[in-house]
């Protein structure tokens, strides 16, 4: 695991990430999206996981929310999954770009704006983003080294991104 995650050279732009989105999701105020989707993770668990809106990230802001509603705090789960994400990120566009394009998109992906404001966000795309980064991850890994346990991996990433966006079907069929 220690391979699949080189963050001391990626430590500028992770930090910039950090930064920014902490700025974001502190200044920003609730929107209308923002509160739909707390009301909707307000429902009973039982009743989430018939929720046609992604589901698997309804039952993890409801369990995230458990512990405080503050905006902010609710916000920091994107964020997270935002860091993790760009933690995946460098062996990826390693395997999509090469070695000299991963520090050059890795400060293009954590300086973004549409990536720091979607992760400042309360919505599902965070775990989006962290299900399409480890699925990529997984097929690349395939790919490369022919092992099965790769496979697997980009079966399981693939079916928990059905669980958070429906739309994430292309990620399995523009690989396939």
Do not use: K, N
């Amino acid at each position: 695991m220690a391979e699949l995650i080189d963050w001391r050279q990626h430590r500028q732009p992770l930090a910039a990430f950090v930064v920014l989105g902490i700025t974001r999701a502190a200044l920003a105020p609730v929107g209308v999206r923002e509160a739909v989707v707390l009301t909707r993770s307000e429902l009973p668990l039982g009743d989430l996981i018939l929720m046609p809106y992604s589901p698997g990230f309804l039952s993890l802001l409801h369990l995230w929310g458990s512990v405080s509603t503050s905006p902010f705090w609710l916000r920091t789960l994107g964020l997270g999954l935002g860091l993790v994400g760009l933690l995946l990120a460098p062996r990826v566009l390693r395997g999509l770009g090469g070695t000299h394009a991963t520090t050059g998109a890795m400060w293009i992906l954590a300086l973004s704006p549409f990536l720091v404001g979607q992760m400042a966000r309360i919505s599902p795309s965070g775990l989006a983003f962290v299900c399409v980064v480890v699925a990529l991850l997984c097929f690349l890994e395939f790919l490369r080294a022919g092992q099965w346990t790769w496979l697997l991996g980009w079966v399981a990433a693939s079916l928990v991104s059905l669980l958070v966006h429906g739309g994430l079907y292309y990620l399995v069929l523009s690989l396939c």
